[in-house]
């Protein structure tokens, strides 16, 4: 998993659910080239979170994507159902100005994990 480009955590465990800070495109120490090639290795970073913290995809309840062009939404949008499969968690899907270290999209995610 890529270490922080901050001063955050990975996840945080509060009582029954697991928050992902946000994951960009950060595959073996730097940024992926291209906005699929991101949005491939955010989700393979929140899935290697989720599994740091004892939980899958299918235990998300909601995710937030960010990217900086709405034009690749469906491309990423794409991508994301493949990951998730027949599971749908609550989303928000939001274009932004600039991601960190110049990233095209982003994820952050909540799972619901019962102790």
Not at 85 to 90: E, I, T
Request: with cysteine; hydrophobic share 50%.
């Amino acid at each position: 998993m890529a270490a922080p480009v901050a001063h955050y955590s990975k996840w945080y465990r509060a009582g029954d659910f697991v928050f992902v800070s946000g994951q960009i495109g950060l595959a073996d120490g730097a940024l992926a080239e291209g906005v699929e090639a991101q949005a491939r290795a955010v989700l393979t970073n929140v899935v290697e979170a989720l599994e740091e913290a004892g939980g899958t995809l299918d235990d998300v309840v909601k995710c937030l994507v960010f990217m900086t062009d709405i034009a690749n939404f469906s491309m990423i949008n794409s991508i994301y159902a493949e990951a998730f499969g027949d599971h749908r968690p609550a989303r928000s899907a939001i274009g932004v100005a600039a991601l960190p270290l110049g990233a095209e999209v982003e994820i952050e995610a909540i799972a619901h994990l019962p102790e």
